[in-house]
């Protein structure tokens, strides 16, 4: 257990350097009895004041940070005289001699100079989808989740209909160019999340645990991501989440599919909190629309999001959130006429805490701390017959945490981002095996595991054209007892105003998967899984359109595999599989051709085979298709305050093995979806009545088939497809906000 409280340590060193910064003196300028009071405004070269600017004596820890006015204000006990350093990313540094100790200072026209190369000009985009309203690569806000047809309000959803994606319809997870499920990350607030999706089981797909309102912005990272972040091999999802509550309110939700929920929130002036609950019982509605695999699904949730402003620019944050759910599920198998039953129940609790605020000497600090207990129990029905397991209890408890310093102002052209991060985590498995009715009890499974990570990355700036980033990441896991160095680097070169092409280039690591590591921890012969990036990206973005043009390479080694006759031998599990991913990825999104229609159109194109757990050879994965395509529209309607949205998904066949490794092809993926947004109010209250129907056109679509364990006379193996649990999903939304006034038409109108 002192291995978990690494996270804490770095939380408190965090805080100890941030009081030093507070109190410390200097050596070479010796205090006064009479403090001197320091102010001024901060402007541009065209008189326009400048939020944000770093303000502080040279050599001391005295400072301060402009405001959205431009201003400062500050006190110092040093006395003599001092330069006064003014700093800002994108201008040149300015120093200004000050007499300390003979009364206040007054500066009320400071005006920076804009540096010959601005990093903010341009942006490294290579692999990133942006999704936040300070970037001008923007993609996808919260309000774009929500209101997407077919992505049922869901983050994975919504990032499914951008280009690198392949839809797996049974899974509901991200599948990035040819990765895993587990090879793509999330970040809430820069802290890895443990368990981001809803559990579920085979066939019937999981949902994200989080709803898109708690975030302001998301960037989808398909490659050469930063060093900040690791322990993915494929992609990085970047949740930001939102700061105070904009106003206090009460909010009601239902839903046809058999949901109630309810919140409140309640805003201060430097604080909010934010608690919401709710309910599901899918009885009434599978009761209407029958199912083929959904027999159950009941769900329990509640949440509370704490928000404190702390001085000027800074934040604390805590969020907790505690998912209660059962699933009864018909999953197809061979030798079941109707499926066979499956029960899975989950607990989960999950609290996160965060803290920035700038420092002295323009760096500011951003520390996370989080921590995760799911629960899994799942009965798989088995009755009678031979040796089979029934039960699986699963358990994973995890602790982490982490610390970031950043510097804007270290230098005239670049800046520094360098931290550290800690895990603990405890992972158990006991199954139940069923004999002739008979329960007994196999050898628990266990692992525990301790791993620290740190990393540096600069921006740099080397003409007003030219940028590049340049970082580095080392990781060291106890369970594996290895190290591993990981170098990132990208450029982007700015061809005109609206132009630009970015490369990045980056080794990725990551642990073996839970369920492989339960039972090959023992074998020494067990690697990090590595994942080289080789990206070339060309963006033209302007006010309301964007085009993205992205190719990509990918080189996979020590991938884990065992012996499938063998899997609980620890001797079976090596480091020995490799792969590689390569393709192009597009992307056009245009809010200007049509007046209030924004719409966007993505493309992929993926060439992929792995040897990965108990592959023969190398194939191209179950999971991958080799074209994506997504269309999605959106169009306001300001007379009816309606917004009516439509998505179409394509997708290739993908492959599945039968249990000699014979592929067999799945039908295309074809799906239509639509939905309605009604704006209103309900005795002056803010209202939305929301209408979804997912594959409107009812198509028989096949995920993939399962197979019988033993070959027929004629040497082939019977099968079962894997389809949705019903041909359509249709549901009726009603949310009304108390104590919110009615928006303007245009609140939820495309851009």
Known sequence: MKTLLLPLLLMLSTARLTAQAQTAPTETHQPTTSPTQLSGTVRDGSGQPLPGVNVFLKSTFDGASTDSLGRFQFSTAQAGSLPLVVAFIGYEPLELPVTLGQGAVALPNIKLKASRAALGDVVVTAGAFEASDEKRSSVLKPLDILTTAGALADVAGALNTLPGTSRNGEEGKLFVRGGAAGETKQFLDGVPLQSPYSANVGGSPARGRFAPTLFKG?????????????????????????????????????????????????????????????????????????????????????????????????????????????????????????????????????????????????????????????????????????????????????????????????????????GAEGLGQHVSQQAQLSTEGQETDLPRRAFEEQRAAGFAEANISFTSKLAGRVGARTEYSALLSRWNAAPRLALAYQLNEDNQVSAAYGHFYQTPANDLLLSGQYSKALRFERADHYLLTYQRVTSLRTLRVEGYYKDYRNLLRFDAAQPYRPGSYQSTGSGYARGLDAFFRDRKTVPKLDYWVSYGLLDTKRQQRTDPTLAMPTFASRHNVSVVGKYWFSKLHTLVGATFNYSSPRLSYDPSFQAIRTPNYQEFSMNLSYVTTIRKNYTIVHVSCSNLLGRNNVFGYRYGAAPSDQGTYERVSVMPSAPRMLFVVLMISINKARPADTSVAPE
């Open 218 to 418: 998301t960037v989808f990272s398909t490659g050469g991501y930063s060093a900040e972040y690791g322990q993915a091999l494929s992609a990085a999802v970047i949740l930001n989440s939102t700061d105070l509550a904009p106003e206090t309110q009460t909010g009601i939700t239902l839903l046809s599919l058999g949901q109630v929920g309810l919140s409140r929130t309640q805003r201060w002036e430097r604080a909010s909190v934010a608690v919401t609950g709710d309910y599901m019982n899918m009885r009434p509605y599978f009761g209407v629309i029958p199912q083929q695999l959904l027999t159950a699904h009941e769900t329990m949730n509640s949440s509370v999001a704490y928000r404190q402003r702390t001085g000027e620019g800074g934040m604390f944050k805590v969020y907790g959130a505690v998912n209660r759910s059962t699933t009864g599920v018909r999953t197809p198998a061979v030798g079941w006429e109707n499926g066979q039953p499956v029960d899975l129940r989950n607990t989960n609790a999950y609290l996160n805490t965060s803290f920035r605020s700038h420092l002295r000497g323009g760096w500011s600090v951003n520390t996370g701390l989080a921590a995760t207990r799911d629960v899994q129990n799942l009965d798989l029905g088995v009755q009678g017959g031979a040796p089979t397991v029934n039960k699986v209890a699963d358990v994973e408890q995890s602790v982490v945490g982490r610390v970031v310093l950043t510097n804007d102002s270290v230098g005239t052209y670049w800046n520094l981002k360098m």
